[in-house]
């Protein structure tokens, strides 16, 4: 049963063209001791599915070696050597912020400059990573302690995101970071009534969606230069519009550097 549904959704994809674009994301963040469970899982998967690609929210490790095809790790846990070297081995790189880590690196906490967020794209670029993932944008996990008719001004005076399943002990909750997983408050009025959710525009303008798309643009931007480079080397040669993007990309990679 799970090998037949599994090949439809496969050949439903490619019929539709969008192969490509689709993963698996069945597993979050193992543990040593879900390894054994996550590789006989992700084989069962590429068994009956061979072209959907398989991501795991962890760092690569060699227990896992050959059983994943996206590996998507914390930002802390890749180096740019890392990255190149799963590229040249066929795999995809992405990678995450979670509650950790913490500064020096690029967060997601309100209580952090606005413009790490602007730069976690363009860090990106720098490795070389293919994707970013972000788990959530309107999570509220404090159920347990608010009313579940909380007004939209309860819930938006208390900044900390707790984390409460699977791995705790009954009834224990975790801080997870001021705003984390929250993009967007939840409806003006009753919650239980469907809104639109209100972005976060009034206390931070990165979640209202600004400097985030703005730090998107500057990996595009990076992008358009690294091609025009690239085309001159193959075709041209060093063209003034070349060496000047050439010159630009030396200046914005020791940049990030620093």
């Known amino acids: 049963m799970f090998g037949d549904y599994l090949s439809q959704i496969e050949r439903h ?47 690569p490790e060699p227990a896992l070696e050959g059983s994943v095809d996206i590996w998507c790790a914390l930002t802390s846990r ?10 040249a081995a066929g795999q995809e790189v992405w990678w995450y912020i979670c509650c950790v880590p913490k500064a020096p ?7 952090h400059p606005g413009i790490e967020l602007r730069l976690w794209p363009w860090q990106s ?30 819930r938006g005076r208390d900044p900390m995101s707790l984390e409460r399943g699977y791995g705790y002990a009954h009834r224990r909750k975790e801080a997870l970071g001021q705003r984390r997983r929250r993009f967007l408050y939840p409806p003006r009025r009753d919650p239980n009534i469907t809104q639109n959710p209100v972005p976060w525009t009034g206390r931070s303008t990165r979640y209202g969606g600004r400097i985030s798309a703005d730090g998107m643009g500057g990996y595009e931007y990076f992008w358009l230069l690294q091609q025009e ?10 063209t003034g519009l070349a060496k000047e993007a050439r010159g630009l990309l030396h200046v914005l990679w020791r940049f990030l550097r620093t």
Request: hydrophobic fraction near 35%; charged fraction near 30%.
């Open 13 to 59: 994809l490619r019929e539709r063209g969008w192969l490509e674009k689709a993963y698996t994301y069945w597993f979050d963040e193992p543990d040593p001791k879900d390894y054994e469970f996550v590789t006989n899982g992700m084989k069962r998967i590429k068994a009956a599915a061979p072209g959907i690609k398989r991501l795991l929210t962890e760092q």
């Open 78 to 87: 890749l180096t740019p050597e890392q990255v190149r070297a799963l590229r």
């Open 105 to 111: 690196y690029v967060t997601e906490f309100i209580d």
């Open 125 to 154: 670029w720098q490795y070389g990573v293919q994707g970013i993932l972000v788990w959530a944008t309107l999570c509220w996990t404090q159920s347990h302690r608010l009313p579940r008719a909380a007004t939209f001004k309860t």
């Open 229 to 238: 480079v690239e085309r001159a080397d193959r075709h041209e040669g060093e």
